[in-house]
Each structure stands twice: as structure tokens, then as C-alpha cells.
């Protein structure tokens, strides 16, 4: 028997809007599900998510995007990882790598055989000499990573683009695969009497959209999860005090790095984001320990080369919806939360929202939305939120930078459970618990944890299974296959002229 397709309505376009509708297009039977986005060339988007994290490769994946067109279409480069200056104290700094650090010998994870190493005398390199990523970095370096390389080499990677240029390249995508697109905005939206869902919007020219389930990407606003339905706010900003972000491009630098830059400021942090044709800054900063003009000075002072244009300020507040999905709408990006950017997570929670959305749409053929389904949309939502906000805070809590108020203030909070629990785990024997759901890996947690000067008490004792001179061999051995394998890889540069026609865009910017 024949259904009527379910008409799936985004309101919002962006990188939210547009990756939903391109994952939905690429992915639903057009025969049972229509799809429209509503966005408006007059309300401006946020921009956010120009460095990513390497999940987005599995997204572009999906959509069977070609490499080297998505990054000569939105000025890519590549990411290893993220450079962390004096976050915890002046002059200090350390690399969270997308790889991992040595390997497992005998089911026991590598940091307990490098702390047993270091207690026992033996005086093995730094943690991060036995990461590809993390010397690579060090190095400007950069190459595909080889599949059939020993595991102690894995490493993967992101991408640094315009985000702008993203949305673009996607609503060119999705339009070309059925996604209609309606320009207009909302002015009004109608419930169903009885059940409470979405049925109708009205847009500012008049015209009426009716739909059966509804995708929330209008960014901040929230205008369907938050206004019309009432899905409550989680403020978490007593934890991620940063309310304030000063963005602005600036010309390209010649350190050309596959890894995103944070430092750490007196209120906050400033990122860099080298991409192809310029890079990308912003400082991130507590309102309440320096003034905005005071912060837009800031970041003008520590830029690389000359401001393309005027800073641009956003307003924010840490936290997320309390239900994600709430009757027939679902918020995707930030209309069902916002964490800063400290790690680059912002696409990555717009991707897996959708990835979760889709498991779990309803079918044109049942009646009215299965609350099983959507309370396993929040369960999954409010895990991830949740780890990667316990991983923000921890940079924040893990900090010398005394005498300076917001990084005592933070230093000095009360954590939240969960954290209190990995750090307590960590200091007494090492351990990072992994789990299945939800954000980061184990060794991101160890390059933060031990980056910022964190130290266990004692180590895995399944470890003191490999002789100490056994142990001492295969550390070196280690390192040496580690080295060699960064010294062989050309520059970042190279890779991005050779991959993405780098070099005929540069002058084809340079004439236009």
C-alpha cells in the first residue's frame, strides 16, 4: 500500500540546514520522504566550525564528495591536531593529536608502560615523541596515513575550510539531488490543537509550508525547539564561563600548520586556523573578566599578517536543550546547544545529531511520533553533550596560571560527577574509561591530561609483565620506527598545492 512521502521541513540553512538536508537527500527514499529548506539570504549564520575533527571525512564520505573538489571548493587544509599554548601555565605548550600515542603490549594500554619506564629509571622520550601526529605537527609535515603501517604509526586527519564556503558547496549538492530550497522568513508557526506537534509555518511573504516533521537549524534563535515548543535550557555556563567571541580573518601566514592553534589569553583563548587563503582568528573570552574592546584589541594585536575586514563579536552561552527532540522537531547544531569551540566540535555535533536523526526518523506510514525513539535521540544527545563538555572543562580546571581570575576561578570549581570520576581514576593509576558512546578517545583524554602538567600516582601493574630491558629496547625501537616515519613525509604545504590545486587558486584569487 502506497503512502503519502512525510514531508521533512529544515528551517535554517548554514552548515546545520545544509548538512541535514544533504545527509537526508543522500540517504531517504524520495518516493516516501520530501524534503524542503526555508533559510533567508537576510539573517546572517554564525559561521562556525572552520577546523574540524577527522569524523567529518566519514560525513563527506557518505555523500561520496571527492577530496580534492571539497577542498579546492572551500579553501581546504589539513589537520593532524591542535596546539595548546600556555593553557597550563605561560610558555608551556602541547599537541592533542588525532592518533594515538605507541601502542598496546600485552592488552595494556601504552601510557602505563611509558610511566613504568620513567619510574624505573629507564628515561624514555617525552609521551608525544611516540605519536605521528604530535611530531608531524612539530614538524610542518604531512601524508595520507598508510593503512597498512604498523599500528604504533596510526594517526588520522580533519580539515581546516571556510565554513561559509562549506554551506555553499552542500546547498549545491542537495539542491542538485531534490532538496527544495524556499527562501523566506518565518513569522509564525501552528500546532496541532491535540497532540501539540508542528503543522504549519507561515513566512514573511505570506506563503504557508505544512509539514509532518520539522529540522531546527535556525542557529541561536531555537525558533521551533526553544520558542514554540518550550524545550528548556541546561545552562552550563557555571562551568564554560566564556560568553563572548571576537572573529576576524586575516591574511595568510607563511607558518603554514596542519593543526589548528590555541592560546591561551588572561580571559579566554584565541584560535588559529590557517586555511588556504587566509587564516582564521578569533578569542574566545569571560565578558566578566575583560571588556569586549579590551578583547577585540587583544586579538587584532596577535594577528599574523593584515585583517581582512572589521572583527565581528557573537554572544553565547555554554549549555543544550534539555530535550533535543521534542514532539515532531528535532534541533539540530546550535538551536539544541553550544559548546565553544575549544576542540572543534561544533560540525561534528551537527553531523552526528543528524547521523541520530536519521537512525531513527519515523516512517510515513506510522502515526504520530514512537517516544521510544525519540527519548533514545535525547539519551544519545545528552551523552555526547555531556563528554564533550566534561573534556572541555578539563583543559579549564587543569591550569598553573595562577593569580589570573578567571583561570583561578575555574581551577577552583566544583565538577561534575562524571569528571571528577576520570580525573580520580587517572591520578590514581592512569586509566582513561572508554566508552562506547559518546566523545573522546582515550588518548585524546591523555594528551590533555598529560599536556597540562597531570600526573598519575602509579601505573597498571599488568605492565610489569616485559622485563625492563626488554622494555627499554622496544621503547627505542618505537621511537626510531615513530621518526622515521615523520622524517619521510613532505611538508603540509606541498601536499596541499599537490592535492587541491593549491597553487592555480592562489593566482586565481591574486587576479580576481
Given at each position: 500500500?502506497?503512502?503519502?512521502?512525510?514531508?521533512?521541513?529544515?528551517?535554517?540553512?548554514?552548515?546545520?540546514?545544509?548538512?541535514?538536508?544533504?545527509?537526508?537527500?543522500?540517504?531517504?527514499?524520495?518516493?516516501?520522504?520530501?524534503?524542503?529548506?526555508?533559510?533567508?539570504?537576510?539573517?546572517?549564520?554564525?559561521?562556525?566550525?572552520?577546523?574540524?575533527?577527522?569524523?567529518?571525512?566519514?560525513?563527506?564520505?557518505?555523500?561520496?564528495?571527492?577530496?580534492?573538489?571539497?577542498?579546492?571548493?572551500?579553501?581546504?587544509?589539513?589537520?593532524?591536531?591542535?596546539?595548546?599554548?600556555?593553557?597550563?601555565?605561560?610558555?608551556?605548550?602541547?599537541?592533542?593529536?588525532?592518533?594515538?600515542?605507541?601502542?598496546?603490549?600485552?592488552?595494556?594500554?601504552?601510557?602505563?608502560?611509558?610511566?613504568?619506564?620513567?619510574?624505573?629509571?629507564?628515561?624514555?622520550?617525552?609521551?608525544?615523541?611516540?605519536?605521528?601526529?604530535?611530531?608531524?605537527?612539530?614538524?610542518?609535515?604531512?601524508?595520507?596515513?598508510?593503512?597498512?603501517?604498523?599500528?604504533?604509526?596510526?594517526?588520522?586527519?580533519?580539515?581546516?575550510?571556510?565554513?561559509?564556503?562549506?554551506?555553499?558547496?552542500?546547498?549545491?549538492?542537495?539542491?542538485?539531488?531534490?532538496?527544495?530550497?524556499?527562501?523566506?522568513?518565518?513569522?509564525?508557526?501552528?500546532?496541532?490543537?491535540?497532540?501539540?506537534?508542528?503543522?504549519?509555518?507561515?513566512?514573511?511573504?505570506?506563503?504557508?509550508?505544512?509539514?509532518?516533521?520539522?529540522?531546527?537549524?535556525?542557529?541561536?534563535?531555537?525558533?521551533?525547539?526553544?520558542?514554540?515548543?518550550?524545550?528548556?535550557?541546561?545552562?552550563?555556563?557555571?562551568?564554560?564561563?566564556?560568553?563572548?567571541?571576537?572573529?576576524?580573518?586575516?591574511?595568510?601566514?607563511?607558518?603554514?600548520?596542519?593543526?589548528?592553534?590555541?592560546?591561551?589569553?588572561?580571559?579566554?583563548?584565541?584560535?588559529?586556523?590557517?586555511?588556504?587563503?587566509?587564516?582564521?582568528?578569533?578569542?574566545?573570552?569571560?565578558?566578566?573578566?575583560?571588556?569586549?574592546?579590551?578583547?577585540?584589541?587583544?586579538?587584532?594585536?596577535?594577528?599574523?599578517?593584515?585583517?581582512?575586514?572589521?572583527?565581528?563579536?557573537?554572544?553565547?552561552?555554554?549549555?543544550?536543550?534539555?530535550?533535543?527532540?521534542?514532539?515532531?522537531?528535532?534541533?539540530?547544531?546550535?538551536?539544541?546547544?553550544?559548546?565553544?569551540?575549544?576542540?572543534?566540535?561544533?560540525?561534528?555535533?551537527?553531523?552526528?545529531?543528524?547521523?541520530?536523526?536519521?537512525?531513527?526518523?519515523?516512517?510515513?506510514?506510522?502515526?504520530?511520533?514512537?517516544?521510544?525513539?525519540?527519548?533514545?535521540?535525547?539519551?544519545?544527545?545528552?551523552?555526547?553533550?555531556?563528554?564533550?563538555?566534561?573534556?572541555?572543562?578539563l583543559h579549564y580546571v587543569a591550569n598553573r596560571r595562577h593569580g589570573e581570575p578567571l583561570w583561578d576561578l575555574v581551577r577552583n570549581y566544583p565538577l561534575p560527577a562524571s569528571l571528577a570520576h576520570k580525573l580520580g581514576l587517572f591520578a590514581s593509576r592512569g586509566h582513561v574509561p572508554y566508552f562506547k558512546d559518546g566523545f573522546f578517545s582515550r588518548d585524546s583524554w591523555?594528551?590533555?591530561?598529560?599536556?597540562?602538567?597531570?600526573?598519575?600516582?602509579?601505573?597498571?601493574?599488568?605492565?610489569?609483565?616485559?622485563?625492563?630491558?626488554?622494555?627499554?629496547?622496544?621503547?627505542?625501537?618505537?621511537?626510531?620506527?615513530?621518526?622515521?616515519?615523520?622524517?619521510?613525509?613532505?611538508?603540509?604545504?606541498?601536499?596541499?598545492?599537490?592535492?587541491?590545486?593549491?597553487?592555480?587558486?592562489?593566482?586565481?584569487?591574486?587576479?580576481?
Amino acid at each position: 500500500m502506497a503512502h503519502t512521502p512525510l514531508h521533512i521541513v529544515i528551517v535554517g540553512g548554514g552548515s546545520a540546514g545544509w548538512m541535514c538536508a544533504a545527509a537526508c537527500a543522500q540517504v531517504l527514499n524520495p518516493q516516501r520522504y520530501r524534503l524542503t529548506l526555508i533559510e533567508s539570504d537576510d539573517i546572517g549564520t554564525v559561521g562556525v566550525g572552520e577546523a574540524t575533527l577527522p569524523a567529518l571525512r566519514d560525513f563527506n564520505t557518505l555523500l561520496r564528495i571527492d577530496e580534492s573538489q571539497f577542498m579546492r571548493e572551500t579553501r581546504a587544509t589539513f589537520k593532524l591536531g591542535i596546539e595548546f599554548r600556555d593553557w597550563d601555565s605561560p610558555g608551556e605548550h602541547y599537541v592533542h593529536p588525532f592518533g594515538s600515542f605507541g601502542q598496546l603490549w600485552g592488552g595494556v594500554e601504552f601510557q602505563h608502560h611509558w610511566m613504568r619506564a620513567r619510574q624505573r629509571g629507564l628515561n624514555p622520550a617525552p609521551l608525544e615523541e611516540y605519536s605521528c601526529a604530535v611530531r608531524a605537527c612539530r614538524r610542518n609535515a604531512f601524508d595520507f596515513p598508510d593503512l597498512k603501517a604498523p599500528r604504533s604509526t596510526f594517526y588520522g586527519y580533519a580539515y581546516h575550510f571556510d565554513a561559509g564556503l562549506y554551506a555553499q558547496f552542500l546547498r549545491t549538492w542537495a539542491r542538485a539531488r531534490g532538496v527544495k530550497r524556499v527562501e523566506g522568513q518565518v513569522v509564525d508557526v501552528a500546532l496541532n490543537g491535540e497532540s501539540g506537534n508542528l503543522t504549519t509555518l507561515t513566512l514573511k511573504s505570506g506563503q504557508k509550508i505544512d509539514g509532518d516533521f520539522f529540522v531546527d537549524a535556525s542557529g541561536f534563535r531555537s525558533l521551533l525547539l526553544g520558542d514554540k515548543l518550550g524545550s528548556a535550557w541546561e545552562d552550563w555556563s557555571h562551568w564554560l564561563p566564556c560568553d563572548r567571541a571576537w572573529a576576524v580573518p586575516c591574511e595568510r601566514s607563511a607558518d603554514f600548520t596542519p593543526f589548528t592553534r590555541s592560546i591561551a589569553q588572561r580571559a579566554g583563548w584565541i584560535w588559529r586556523i590557517p586555511l588556504q587563503h587566509r587564516t582564521g582568528n578569533g578569542y574566545v573570552f569571560a565578558s566578566r573578566f575583560v571588556s569586549e574592546d579590551e578583547a577585540r584589541a587583544t586579538l587584532l594585536g596577535r594577528l599574523d599578517g593584515h585583517a581582512l575586514g572589521e572583527p565581528r563579536l557573537l554572544r553565547f552561552r555554554a549549555g543544550r536543550r534539555t530535550n533535543a527532540w521534542k514532539r515532531n522537531c528535532v534541533g539540530i547544531g546550535l538551536a539544541s546547544g553550544f559548546l565553544e569551540p575549544l576542540e572543534s566540535t561544533s560540525l561534528f555535533l551537527i553531523q552526528q545529531g543528524v547521523q541520530d536523526m536519521l537512525r531513527l526518523l519515523p516512517a510515513p506510514e506510522t502515526c504520530g511520533i514512537d517516544e521510544r525513539l525519540s527519548g533514545e535521540f535525547n539519551r544519545l544527545s545528552d551523552a555526547l553533550y555531556e563528554r564533550i563538555r566534561d573534556f572541555l572543562i578539563l583543559h579549564y580546571v587543569a591550569n598553573r596560571r595562577h593569580g589570573e581570575p578567571l583561570w583561578d576561578l575555574v581551577r577552583n570549581y566544583p565538577l561534575p560527577a562524571s569528571l571528577a570520576h576520570k580525573l580520580g581514576l587517572f591520578a590514581s593509576r592512569g586509566h582513561v574509561p572508554y566508552f562506547k558512546d559518546g566523545f573522546f578517545s582515550r588518548d585524546s583524554w591523555l594528551a590533555v591530561l598529560f599536556g597540562q602538567g597531570l600526573t598519575p600516582r602509579a601505573y597498571d601493574r599488568l605492565a610489569d609483565f616485559i622485563p625492563l630491558d626488554d622494555l627499554d629496547a622496544k621503547l627505542r625501537v618505537l621511537h626510531t620506527r615513530v621518526a622515521t616515519h615523520v622524517d619521510g613525509m613532505p611538508s603540509h604545504a606541498d601536499v596541499v598545492a599537490r592535492h587541491c590545486g593549491e597553487a592555480a587558486l592562489l593566482r586565481q584569487v591574486a587576479m580576481t
